[in-house]
Structure formats: C-alpha cells, structure tokens
C-alpha cells in the first residue's frame, strides 16, 4: 500500500476543503459589509427629511404658528419632507421586492404610446417648471403594443422621463422614441440635452444610492434609487438597458422591450 500516494490525497482534499471553507466567508464577509452598507445608507437617507420635519414642526411650536403666513409656509415644507420620506420608503419596498424575486410580473398586452403620454401628463407641470419641452415623435399617432408589466414599465419611464427633467437645463428638450430592434423587440430612448454624465460614473449609474452629485442631486430631492430600480425592472423582464452619455451636453437612456402579437 502506497501510503504517501493516500497521503498526498488527503493533503489535497484537505486544501481543497479549506480553499472552498475560504472562499465561502469570503463571500459572507461581503455580503455582510453590502448589508452595513445599504442599512447605513437607508437611515442616511431617512435622517435629512426627518429632521427637516422636525426643524419646522418644533419652530412652528416654539412661536412661529402665531403668524399666518409663516405657519402656512413651514407646514407646507413639512409636509415636502414628509412627502420626500414616503418617496423614499415607496422605493425601498420596491427594491426590496425586486431583489427577494417577490415581485411578481403581471404580462399583458398594452399600448406602450398611451403609457407614455401619461407619463408626460404626470411630470408637465414639472418639466414646465424648467422651460423644459417633453416630446414625443408624432409619427407614432398608431399604437404600439408591447407584452410586458405595464405599471412596472410606466415606473421605468417615470424614472427615466423624470430623471431627464431634473438633470435637464432649462429651456431644454427631452424627447421619447420608439424604434423597431427586430422582428420581435422594439427600443424606448429617452433623449435630454441635459448636464450629462462623465464617462467614470457611467458604470456606477445603476448601483443603489449613487448620485454623482450628492449636493446637487440632494436638492433636486432624488434618493440615488431611481435607476437602479428601473434596471432591475427591466432585467426582471429579461430586457436590457442601456446608457450614452456625453458631458455638457446630456444624456439617452434606452431599454428594449418585447413586442405584442
Ligand atoms: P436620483 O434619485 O439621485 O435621481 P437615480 O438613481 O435616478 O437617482 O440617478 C442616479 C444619478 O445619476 C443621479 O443622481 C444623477 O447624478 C445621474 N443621472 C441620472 N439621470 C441623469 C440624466 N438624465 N442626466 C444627467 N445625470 C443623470
């Protein structure tokens, strides 16, 4: 019996086991510094609204709700902060919907050009804040139906629509089209002619939390969650998206979908 042969079996197995024993803690050790991560950026988050609320609340307490026009003007920020912090757990539920797989698709048939017209009802008033034009090629007066998650894909390009308009410069335009990729998909772009994005950030867009501009973004009232929910939206309908951006000069975003028969 060749002993050192079973010998040099056992030391390899044991490598191997330790290799493997390795790698797993690794990855839990990454996996809890992702979860100290997000937990810190939530409350972060969570803090800069509350205590807005709480800074006017206790002003209007202290005195300031003897004077009328004063008491209307910090209720109505209160109730701003109060609005921005309902936002932000509206985004968390659904990022963590997305990401626990809980988020069940409802596929149907619909018109995607009705969805979009919504979408620029909702954020006019917004973009006409900035001067900004929402355009849509009128040469898509026909429908075009599309079979995926219709509230999930009006969410997309709320987000996406909603981005452009923030990051938009005033006067600006922001344009939707839809063109034909194959027989079977189509491509949604949303076109600014915004501040634009600088190449080294264009990878980090989709994470969690990620704002270019903290202070910018921050008065602009965006939680850095936005696009990372559109993309797990449009992967959970095993889509892709895409980014093109060009710095001082704006931005498209655009996202394939399936068409309807
Ligand atoms: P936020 O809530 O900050 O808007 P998002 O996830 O939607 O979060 O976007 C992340 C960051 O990407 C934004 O803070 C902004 O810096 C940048 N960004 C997104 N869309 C655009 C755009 N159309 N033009 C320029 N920058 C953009």
């Known amino acids: 019996q060749p002993i050192t042969t079973d010998m040099a079996t056992l030391t390899h197995d044991v490598q191997k086991f ?3 024993k390795k790698i797993e803690i690794e990855m839990l050790k990454v996996r809890e510094e992702y979860r100290r991560e997000f937990l810190g950026n939530v409350s972060h988050e969570l803090k800069t609204p509350l205590f807005t609320v709480q800074g006017y609340l206790s002003t209007l307490l202290d005195g300031a709700m003897n004077d009328k026009t004063i008491r209307k003007k910090y209720l109505e920020r209160a109730e701003k902060g109060v609005e921005r912090l309902i936002n932000i757990v509206k985004d968390l539920d659904m990022i963590s919907k997305l990401e626990t797989g809980d988020l069940n698709l409802n596929f ?3 018109n995607i050009v009705d969805v979009i ?23 898509y007066t026909k429908p075009i139906y599309v079979y995926a ?4 894909i009006e969410q997309v390009l709320t987000n996406l ?3 452009s308009v923030k990051y938009g410069k005033e006067k600006g335009t922001t ?10 998909k189509i491509i949604v772009r949303i076109t600014d002619n915004g501040e634009g994005i600088q190449s080294q950030y264009i990878p980090r867009l989709f994470e ?9 973004a921050r008065s602009e009232g965006g939680s850095g969650l936005g696009l990372s929910i559109v993309k797990h939206i449009i992967e959970a309908h095993n889509e892709k998206i895409y980014v093109e951006s060009k710095y001082g000069f704006g931005s498209e975003f655009s996202f394939t979908l399936e068409k309807a028969k």
């Open 208 to 216: 969690r939390f990620f704002r270019v501009d903290k202070s910018g």
């Open 18 to 20: 330790a290799k493997e």
């Open 108 to 110: 149907t048939r619909f």
């Open 175 to 184: 344009e939707v089209s839809i063109e034909n990729l194959t027989n079977s």
């Open 161 to 163: 629509i909603m981005n």
């Open 117 to 139: 017209q919504n979408v620029f009802d909702l954020l006019e008033m917004k973009a006409d804040q900035k001067s900004i034009m929402l355009m849509f090629d009128m040469k």
């Open 149 to 152: 998650d219709q509230e999930k």
